[in-house]
């Protein structure tokens, strides 16, 4: 049963334009979110994260959107560079249970 | 060399036999992580160790054990490796708690035939 889903697997976009990436969850519990990139034959690498007592969190081009009561979060990207190509995770965490759980990844291709 | 390290990278092995995949971190980290990633499945936690002997388990753990004798080594064995375990494993550490950064190592791939 797959807590943390991500239900677009790849994504297109133009260079320069806003590249959004989104990520459902179904465990109540889950208090802090947080967003990976991997890029092929890498480990993934931290990018952003956002605490459930908040509903935005910002880094630079990187913007991460919670709606609690939509069980919902995403992840916009502005504008796009051909470098942000690469598969994004979303991961979540229960402070019950201390476990980071990630989402299936959505590829993002980022076009020149 | 500083950071975390997975050995090896790549791994053949036959189906029932006991396979180590290793991972050390130089950060004295007190959390560690190992995760298989499989198409269609993302990132799937295994098992999880919040300091030195401590160990609890993950979503998928049947057919794997760990240990943490020391805080900077995670090892991951399969008992007695099927087909299905083929995957690329990745192994994670951060520093506090699952909801610090979570610093990868580069993979293992491992194949079982």
């Known amino acids: 049963d797959q807590q943390v889903k991500q239900n677009s697997p790849s994504l297109s976009v133009q260079e320069g334009r806003i590249s959004i990436l989104n990520c459902d969850y179904t465990?109540?519990?889950?208090?802090?979110f947080l967003w990976y990139k991997k890029y092929p034959a890498e480990g993934p690498t931290f990018l952003i994260s956002?605490?459930?007592?908040?509903d935005k969190n910002e880094d630079g081009r990187f913007t991460v959107f919670l709606n609690k009561s939509a069980k919902h979060l995403s992840l916009h990207i502005v504008p796009s560079q051909p470098g942000d190509s690469a598969v994004y995770f979303c991961?979540?965490?229960?402070?019950?249970?201390?476990?980071?759980?990630f989402g299936t990844g959505t590829l993002l291709a980022v076009q020149p | 060399d500083a950071g975390i390290t997975q050995s090896p990278r790549y791994k053949i092995t036959e189906t029932g036999r006991q396979v180590t995949l290793m991972c050390h971190q130089t950060w004295s980290h007190s959390y560690m992580f190992w995760y298989r990633q499989d198409l269609g499945h993302g990132l799937r936690l295994i098992y999880y160790s919040a300091a030195a002997d401590i160990t609890d388990k993950g979503e998928v753990p049947d057919g794997y054990v760990v240990s943490r004798s020391k805080t900077e080594n995670f090892p991951l064995t399969l008992e007695s490796a099927t087909r299905s375990q083929t995957s690329v494993y990745f192994c994670?550490?951060?520093?506090?708690?699952?909801?610090?950064?979570?610093?990868f190592g580069q993979g293992t791939r491992l194949t079982v035939v």
């Open positions: 465990n109540s519990m889950f208090d802090y």
């Open positions: 994670a550490s951060s520093l506090r708690d699952s909801r610090t950064e979570a610093f």
């Open positions: 956002i605490s459930s007592i908040k």
């Open positions: 991961a979540a965490v229960s402070g019950a249970t201390n476990k980071l759980i």
